[in-house]
């Protein structure tokens, strides 16, 4: 397991951008797939976006394909997820998770940050 710290919530108007971080620990982070997820109040946690460790396969929810993108730097042990174009419905705490590879990631990953908190005004 890795420990996971994100960053770069906050509140933005619709329409406005987010870049959101998420920092790992460890000296393996480079061999872990690494996941965003969001959870909204009342609403069950969902997965948002997943990388490969080596940067190669990249797969979104179709709730923000063309408005986010996923890209990590492992010299860095960071893991970020550009936010465009936000909505109301995207507002949610937002999780950032790892494993060993990008299916388990999108399914039961074995590491999570605490998450942090978007919050988008219309």
């Known amino acids: 397991q890795v420990h996971l710290v994100e960053s770069g919530g906050g509140l933005v108007q619709a329409g406005g951008s987010l870049r959101l971080s998420c920092t790992a620990s460890g000296r393996t982070f480079s061999s872990y797939a690494m996941g965003w997820f969001r959870q909204a109040p009342g609403k069950e946690r969902e997965f948002v976006a997943v990388i490969s460790w080596s940067g190669g396969s990249i797969v979104y929810a179709d709730s923000v394909k063309g408005r986010f993108t996923i890209s990590r730097d492992n010299a860095k042990n960071t893991v970020y997820l550009q936010m465009n174009s936000l909505q109301p419905e995207d507002a949610a705490v937002y999780y950032c998770?790892?494993?060993?590879?990008?299916?388990?990631?999108?399914?039961?990953?074995?590491?999570w940050g605490q998450g942090t908190q978007v919050t988008v005004s219309s």
């Open positions: 998770a790892a494993d060993r590879h990008t299916v388990v990631v999108q399914l039961t990953p074995g590491s």
